[in-house]
């Protein structure tokens, strides 16, 4: 090889090593600045033994949606909810949030200014609240949080016609920390609700094998029913003549009150429940053990409900310290007028 010929191909190799440099540098001028992001934990070092509460902080948005925060707290005998006296949290739905949220990914990320954050409801409660987001804050045993994140806007990956009730394929989020930047992850949290409905225990007192079940309304009319065993007749107490006890509604009446279920808590300074001027029903059953159940002010769905047991079970004597939010529906067949349990009258019939 000549002098020549040399020098040629050092060119030749110079060129092409430019080339490449310039396509390198082509190619990352075309991808996102923060790529080592992706897939990367959103929530860096957070550790699910650290984390002693969940404090939650919802915008007021009207619509019946004021401002709210619930924090879930974290006691040597479980999760309990501080804004309901320590109402005991569903711990299934508690393990399953932190979980959530220690493995959330980041999905996408891109930068975000002042507008775009209003645009994606990333402002932080206590501004306007039609551009305020939820707070989410996790928090360590001596209160302080270990980690932040104000969750925005539902992200969809079609249009829906509903945004509010459609369920989501991710959630725009941010951390306070960081304003600059936006997140999207595939989880909608949808569990991420400040309202105390969507974390209690629903588990309800339930009165199972009624013997006798009595109704008083508050204008003194009422009703009661008793029989002798479990396979046992019903009896109508104070029957008139002409008058039968129709047996199915009578089975349904004392039956309903062993499926109970709780709908949410009232908190503790609830007012105007009704509770003043109850509906009483009062059930004793066949193992002796005896219910005294006051029926308060029906709140949308859900009737205020307080009770005190005979019963020493645990849950029980917990429930009976709380003023109970329970399902119209679940109590519909008991609450029946007295005349609603009598068998029809053929009209053909003289």
């Known amino acids: 090889m000549n002098a020549r010929i040399a020098a040629i191909l050092v060119l030749l190799l110079a060129v092409l090593g430019g080339g490449a440099l310039l396509l390198q540098r082509q190619d990352t001028a075309r991808r996102p600045s923060n790529v080592a992001d992706l897939g990367q934990r959103l929530l860096k070092d957070l550790k699910a033994a650290d984390i002693a509460a969940i404090r939650i902080t919802e915008p007021d948005r009207g619509k019946g949606q004021a401002a709210a925060t619930l924090t879930v707290q974290r006691k040597e005998d479980g999760w309990v909810i501080a804004e309901r006296d320590g109402f005991p949290a569903d711990a299934a739905k508690v393990r399953e949030f932190v979980l959530k949220a220690i493995e959330l990914k980041v999905g996408q990320s891109e930068p975000i200014g002042e507008k775009d954050r209003a645009r994606l409801n990333l402002d932080e409660p206590g501004g306007k609240s039609e551009t305020a987001g939820t707070l989410l804050e996790l928090l ?207 009209a053909g019939r003289k």
């Open 140 to 346: 360590g045993q001596d209160g302080k949080p270990l980690a932040r994140l104000t969750i925005g806007r539902k992200y969809f990956k079609r249009e829906v016609e509903n945004p509010d009730r459609a369920p989501a394929d991710g959630r725009f989020v941010m951390r306070p920390e960081d304003p600059a930047t936006v997140y999207l992850i595939s989880d909608p949290l949808s569990q991420a609700s400040a309202r105390s409905a969507d974390w209690i225990d629903r588990s309800s007192f339930k009165v199972e094998k009624v013997k006798s079940l009595e109704v008083r309304y508050p204008g003194g009319e009422g009703w009661r029913i008793e029989r002798a065993a479990d396979n046992a007749g019903w009896k109508l107490a104070g029957a008139k003549a002409g008058e039968k006890l129709e047996i199915s509604k009578a089975n349904a009446a004392s039956y309903v009150l062993g499926l109970l279920e709780l709908a949410d808590v009232a908190p503790k300074d609830a007012k105007d429940t009704g509770l003043d001027k109850p509906t009483l029903i009062n059930a004793t059953t066949l193992a002796g053990v005896s219910y005294a159940i006051k029926i308060g002010r029906l709140e949308q769905d859900n009737y205020y409900v307080a009770f005190t047991s005979s019963d020493d079970q645990p849950r029980d004597k917990l429930l009976s310290r709380y003023v109970l939010l329970i399902p119209k529906s679940k109590l519909e067949d008991t609450l029946k007028p007295r005349a609603e349990l009598l068998e029809k009258k053929d």
